[in-house]
C-alpha cells in the first residue's frame, strides 16, 4: 500500500517532519505500508487550512450543512465493503464484524447529525417589557484524538455532530490504525463538505499534544486511556479547553437467578469477545447468583469452544487478532497473573497460532474464562482490553451491587433478569453511565454513552452531542430606555 500523508485544505498532503511510522496487519504480524507524521510547521497549516474552512462551514444556513452530511453518509455507505475490508487489514477484526459494524456505525452518526443540523435551536425568553434570546453557536475549530479499537466509527461519531453544528474539526487518529480516517476525509469532500472543514493528521500522542496545546483549538475529544485522558485534561487546561473523554472500563454484567440463561451466556459472550475484547463497555466480570453458576458455566464454555480464532478476512472467523504485539503480550500477561492468583481457568489461557502459514504469527490470543474467587485479583480490576472473562459468584442483591460499584471505573453495567422492578431497581443503584437490561452493548447513535467516575467526562452521541460542540450565547434586547444608573 502506497505511504500515507495528512488530508487538509480538501485533499491529501506531504508531511513535512520528515519522520514515518509504519502500521502493521495484526493478522499477520507483516507492515501494511509507512506512515508519514505531521510536523509543527505541517500544523500550522492545517490550522489554517481549519480556519478558513470554519469560517465558511459556520456561515452557510445549518440546512445547507445537514444536506451535505446526508450526501456523506450515503457515500460511506456504498463503499461499506471496502471500508470494512481495510479496517479489518488496520485492526485485525473480523470482516463478520466490520462489514455490519464499523462503517455502518459511523454512516448512522453521520445521517443523525445530518438530520439535527438545521433543528438546533435556542430559547426566547419574555422578559415583559424586554426579551432574550438564548442561541447555540459553533464551538470553532475541535480536535478528534481517535483510539485503535473503532477507527472509522470513533472518527464518525466525533466529525459528525461536530462538523453539523458548524464547527471545523482536526483529527488524529490512533498511530496503530491510520488508515480509515483518510478515506472518511475523501469521503466528506467529495460530499460537498468546503476545504479545511474536516481534516487529517497523522502521528503519535507528539502530534496529539500539538493539538492539545494549540490555542486555535476550542475543544478536545478523546477516545482512549484513562492515563492519556486525565494527561490530555490537564494539558487542555492550559488554554481552557472543552474536553470530551472517552475511556477505558472494567464494566460488570449481573446474572440474576430468574435470568434466560442462554441470552445471559449470549450476552456474556457479546460483552467480552466480539472485537476480540478490545471494546471498552465491555462487561468483563460477569457476576453470577450461585443457585445458576454451574448451568451458566457449563453453557458459557460450551458456546465458547465454537469460536473460531484466525484470519479476520475469512468470513467464518469470530475471534481476530489483537491490534498489537505489545498489546497480546500484556493480555497474555493478564492471563498469568489470573492463574497466579488462584482464580480457576475455565476455558482458553494461551496465544493462538493459526495452521495457516500467512497468519501462524498474528497477534491471536484465545477466548478465555475465569472463575474468580476474589473481586481483588487483578484480572477482576484492571482493564485488560482483550478476550478475558472473570467470572463472580454471588447470593444477594445489595451484595452484588455494592461489588459492582466497587470500582474506579464507571463506564458500563448489564442486569440479566426477568423481574421488571428487579431490574430497574439495580440499574438505579448501578454507577454507570450506560447500562443495558437483557442485552449488552447496543448503542444507537440516538442514545447518549459515556462514562461516570475514571471511564471519561461528558457523553457522545444522542442530542448530548450537541452540547458538547455548541456554546451558548443569552442576548437580552432592551425594548424600553436604559435610565441614569445613579441617583440625582
Ligand atoms: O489509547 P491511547 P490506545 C484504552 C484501553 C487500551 C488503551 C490504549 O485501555 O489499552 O486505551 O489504547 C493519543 N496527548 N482504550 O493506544 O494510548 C494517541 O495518539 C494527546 C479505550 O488507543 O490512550 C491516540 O490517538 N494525545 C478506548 C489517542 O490519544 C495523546 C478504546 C488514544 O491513545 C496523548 C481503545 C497525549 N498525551 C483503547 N497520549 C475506548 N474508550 O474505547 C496519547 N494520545
Redesign the pocket.
Same mark, same amino acid.
Given at each position: 500500500m502506497e505511504l500515507q500523508k495528512l488530508f487538509y485544505d480538501g485533499k491529501i498532503q506531504e508531511a513535512t517532519s520528515g519522520n514515518v511510522f509504519q502500521t502493521i496487519n495484526p493478522a499477520t504480524g507483516e507492515v501494511i505500508c509507512n506512515v508519514q507524521e505531521a510536523s509543527e510547521k505541517d500544523m500550522e497549516l492545517v490550522i489554517k487550512s481549519a480556519k478558513a474552512g470554519f469560517s465558511k462551514w459556520s456561515s452557510m444556513a445549518p440546512v445547507e450543512r445537514g444536506r451535505i452530511l446526508q450526501r456523506a453518509a450515503s457515500i460511506l455507505r456504498s463503499r461499506n465493503d471496502e471500508l470494512a475490508a481495510l479496517e479489518v487489514l488496520d485492526t485485525g477484526k473480523p470482516i463478520s464484524e466490520a462489514m455490519v459494524v464499523d462503517v455502518a456505525s459511523g454512516a448512522d452518526a453521520i445521517e443523525y447529525y445530518a438530520g439535527i443540523a438545521a433543528a438546533i435551536h435556542g430559547a426566547y425568553h419574555d422578559l415583559g417589557s424586554s426579551f432574550a434570546y438564548v442561541r447555540r453557536q459553533p464551538l470553532g475549530i475541535c480536535a478528534g +484524538? %481517535?483510539?485503535?479499537?473503532?477507527p472509522l466509527q470513533i472518527a464518525c461519531w466525533k466529525s459528525a455532530p461536530a462538523l453539523a453544528c458548524g464547527n471545523a474539526m482536526i483529527f488524529?487518529?490512533?498511530?496503530?490504525t491510520p488508515l480509515t480516517a483518510i478515506k472518511l476525509a475523501e469521503i466528506y469532500t467529495e460530499a460537498g463538505l468546503p476545504n479545511g472543514v474536516f481534516n487529517v493528521v497523522q502521528g503519535?500522542?507528539k502530534v496529539?499534544?500539538m493539538?492539545?496545546s494549540d490555542s486555535s483549538i476550542a475543544k478536545i475529544s478523546?477516545?482512549?486511556?484513562v492515563?492519556?485522558g486525565k494527561?490530555?485534561m490537564a494539558?487542555a487546561a492550559e488554554t481552557l479547553k472543552h474536553v470530551t473523554l472517552? +475511556? %477505558?472500563g472494567k464494566s460488570p454484567i449481573i446474572i440474576f437467578p430468574d435470568a434466560n440463561i442462554e441470552e445471559a451466556v449470549n450476552g456474556a459472550i457479546l460483552g467480552n469477545f466480539y472485537t476480540q475484547g478490545?471494546?471498552?463497555s465491555n462487561g468483563t466480570r460477569v457476576f453470577v447468583h450461585r443457585s445458576i453458576k454451574d448451568a451458566f458455566l457449563k453453557l458459557l464454555i460450551e458456546k465458547t469452544k465454537r469460536l473460531k480464532i484466525g484470519d479476520p478476512m475469512n468470513e467464518e472467523t469470530h475471534i481476530g487478532a489483537l491490534i498489537s504485539k505489545e498489546?497480546l503480550n500484556k493480555v497474555l500477561s493478564y492471563i498469568e497473573s489470573g492463574k497466579r492468583d488462584g482464580s480457576t481457568l475455565c476455558f482458553g489461557g494461551n496465544r493462538y497460532h493459526p495452521k495457516d502459514p500467512a497468519t501462524t504469527n498474528g497477534f491471536f490470543v484465545e477466548p478465555t474464562i475465569f472463575d474468580v474467587s476474589s473481586d481483588d485479583d487483578r484480572i477482576a480490576c484492571e482493564?485488560i482490553?482483550g478476550p478475558v472473562m472473570t467470572v463472580l459468584t454471588f447470593d444477594q442483591e445489595d451484595e452484588v451491587i455494592q461489588r459492582a460499584n466497587n470500582s474506579a471505573f464507571g463506564l458500563a453495567a448489564g442486569v440479566f433478569t426477568s423481574d421488571i422492578k428487579r431490574a430497574h431497581r439495580v440499574v438505579n443503584e448501578l454507577n454507570a453511565g450506560v447500562c443495558w437490561i437483557n442485552n449488552y452493548n447496543i448503542t444507537p447513535v440516538e442514545v447518549p454513552f459515556g462514562g461516570f467516575k475514571q471511564s471519561g467526562i461528558g457523553r457522545e452521541n444522542g442530542w448530548a452531542a450537541v452540547h458538547h460542540y455548541t456554546q451558548m450565547k443569552t442576548v437580552y434586547v432592551e425594548m424600553d430606555k436604559i435610565d441614569y444608573p445613579y441617583p440625582g
Amino acid at each position: 500500500m502506497e505511504l500515507q500523508k495528512l488530508f487538509y485544505d480538501g485533499k491529501i498532503q506531504e508531511a513535512t517532519s520528515g519522520n514515518v511510522f509504519q502500521t502493521i496487519n495484526p493478522a499477520t504480524g507483516e507492515v501494511i505500508c509507512n506512515v508519514q507524521e505531521a510536523s509543527e510547521k505541517d500544523m500550522e497549516l492545517v490550522i489554517k487550512s481549519a480556519k478558513a474552512g470554519f469560517s465558511k462551514w459556520s456561515s452557510m444556513a445549518p440546512v445547507e450543512r445537514g444536506r451535505i452530511l446526508q450526501r456523506a453518509a450515503s457515500i460511506l455507505r456504498s463503499r461499506n465493503d471496502e471500508l470494512a475490508a481495510l479496517e479489518v487489514l488496520d485492526t485485525g477484526k473480523p470482516i463478520s464484524e466490520a462489514m455490519v459494524v464499523d462503517v455502518a456505525s459511523g454512516a448512522d452518526a453521520i445521517e443523525y447529525y445530518a438530520g439535527i443540523a438545521a433543528a438546533i435551536h435556542g430559547a426566547y425568553h419574555d422578559l415583559g417589557s424586554s426579551f432574550a434570546y438564548v442561541r447555540r453557536q459553533p464551538l470553532g475549530i475541535c480536535a478528534g +484524538l %481517535g483510539a485503535w479499537n473503532y477507527p472509522l466509527q470513533i472518527a464518525c461519531w466525533k466529525s459528525a455532530p461536530a462538523l453539523a453544528c458548524g464547527n471545523a474539526m482536526i483529527f488524529k487518529p490512533s498511530e496503530l490504525t491510520p488508515l480509515t480516517a483518510i478515506k472518511l476525509a475523501e469521503i466528506y469532500t467529495e460530499a460537498g463538505l468546503p476545504n479545511g472543514v474536516f481534516n487529517v493528521v497523522q502521528g503519535s500522542s507528539k502530534v496529539g499534544q500539538m493539538l492539545v496545546s494549540d490555542s486555535s483549538i476550542a475543544k478536545i475529544s478523546l477516545t482512549g486511556a484513562v492515563g492519556t485522558g486525565k494527561k490530555v485534561m490537564a494539558a487542555a487546561a492550559e488554554t481552557l479547553k472543552h474536553v470530551t473523554l472517552e +475511556l %477505558g472500563g472494567k464494566s460488570p454484567i449481573i446474572i440474576f437467578p430468574d435470568a434466560n440463561i442462554e441470552e445471559a451466556v449470549n450476552g456474556a459472550i457479546l460483552g467480552n469477545f466480539y472485537t476480540q475484547g478490545e471494546v471498552c463497555s465491555n462487561g468483563t466480570r460477569v457476576f453470577v447468583h450461585r443457585s445458576i453458576k454451574d448451568a451458566f458455566l457449563k453453557l458459557l464454555i460450551e458456546k465458547t469452544k465454537r469460536l473460531k480464532i484466525g484470519d479476520p478476512m475469512n468470513e467464518e472467523t469470530h475471534i481476530g487478532a489483537l491490534i498489537s504485539k505489545e498489546h497480546l503480550n500484556k493480555v497474555l500477561s493478564y492471563i498469568e497473573s489470573g492463574k497466579r492468583d488462584g482464580s480457576t481457568l475455565c476455558f482458553g489461557g494461551n496465544r493462538y497460532h493459526p495452521k495457516d502459514p500467512a497468519t501462524t504469527n498474528g497477534f491471536f490470543v484465545e477466548p478465555t474464562i475465569f472463575d474468580v474467587s476474589s473481586d481483588d485479583d487483578r484480572i477482576a480490576c484492571e482493564e485488560i482490553f482483550g478476550p478475558v472473562m472473570t467470572v463472580l459468584t454471588f447470593d444477594q442483591e445489595d451484595e452484588v451491587i455494592q461489588r459492582a460499584n466497587n470500582s474506579a471505573f464507571g463506564l458500563a453495567a448489564g442486569v440479566f433478569t426477568s423481574d421488571i422492578k428487579r431490574a430497574h431497581r439495580v440499574v438505579n443503584e448501578l454507577n454507570a453511565g450506560v447500562c443495558w437490561i437483557n442485552n449488552y452493548n447496543i448503542t444507537p447513535v440516538e442514545v447518549p454513552f459515556g462514562g461516570f467516575k475514571q471511564s471519561g467526562i461528558g457523553r457522545e452521541n444522542g442530542w448530548a452531542a450537541v452540547h458538547h460542540y455548541t456554546q451558548m450565547k443569552t442576548v437580552y434586547v432592551e425594548m424600553d430606555k436604559i435610565d441614569y444608573p445613579y441617583p440625582g
